[in-house]
Antibody, heavy 119, light 107 residues
């Protein structure tokens, strides 16, 4: 069955870097786009980044542009989120979610990985 | 800061119908709705503004008119207590946007 598993969340100091992974199983990444969505403690959902199945369509939220980079390795069926220059306001649970490719809905979500930025 | 506006909370008794609005929609992209129970990841409830994925009960419904969309829950159950979010792709921003979320309480 379709499954997304995030990993890589950790406690990191302000200004530090982290790379999150989203391992997909039960489907081929070549046919789908993947989003990263985050949720700060007690807050709502905030979209972070998106990579389309052809890798030509990549977008990042203004709040992370220039600091975060989404990428993918189709040989590993995995999507990554490289996060640099982390700030306290980046503290959140980070979810990856599959774009169903039929109208911008996210049909499968992982359980999330917690990133804490603190000194 | 959410571009889509939702009421912070709604409540309903079992047997009633409750609606959650999502306003401020621009462009023609469809709306999706997500349910997030405490401690869990969001789950897709409605896509293409009106369609339910397989496995979603028909007590959940979606509609869209102009710049607003609505999620309806007929006969909410205790297990439906959750946060509900609307979302869509904004082609002018090249970004996914979500509403601020609505907390449903079943009385």
């Amino acid at each position: 069955q379709v499954q997304l598993v995030e990993s890589g969340g950790h406690v990191v100091q302000p200004g530090g870097s982290l790379r999150l992974s989203c391992a997909a199983s039960g489907f081929n990444l070549r046919g789908y786009g993947i989003h990263w969505v985050r949720q700060a403690p007690g807050k709502g959902l905030e979209w972070v980044a998106f990579i389309w199945n052809d890798e030509k369509n990549i977008h990042h939220a203004d709040s992370v542009k220039g600091r975060f980079t989404i990428s993918r390795d189709t040989s590993r069926n995995t999507v990554y989120l490289q996060m640099n220059d982390l700030r306290a306001e980046d503290t959140a649970v980070y979810y990856c979610a599959r774009d169903a490719t039929r109208g911008w809905d996210l049909d499968y979500w992982g359980r999330g990985t917690l990133v804490t930025v603190s000194s | 800061q959410s571009v889509l506006t939702q009421p912070p909370s709604v409540s309903a008794a079992p047997g009633q119908k409750v609606t959650i609005s999502c306003s401020g929609i621009t462009g023609n992209n469809p709306i999706s709705w997500y349910q997030q129970v405490p401690g869990a990841a969001p789950k897709l409830l409605i896509y293409a503004s009106i369609r339910r994925p397989s496995g979603i009960p028909d007590r959940f419904s979606g509609s869209k008119s102009g710049t607003s969309a609505t999620l309806g829950i007929t006969g909410p159950q205790a297990g439906d207590e959750a946060d509900y979010y609307c979302g869509t792709w904004d082609s002018s921003l090249n970004a996914m946007i979500f509403g601020g979320g609505t907390k449903l309480t079943v009385l």
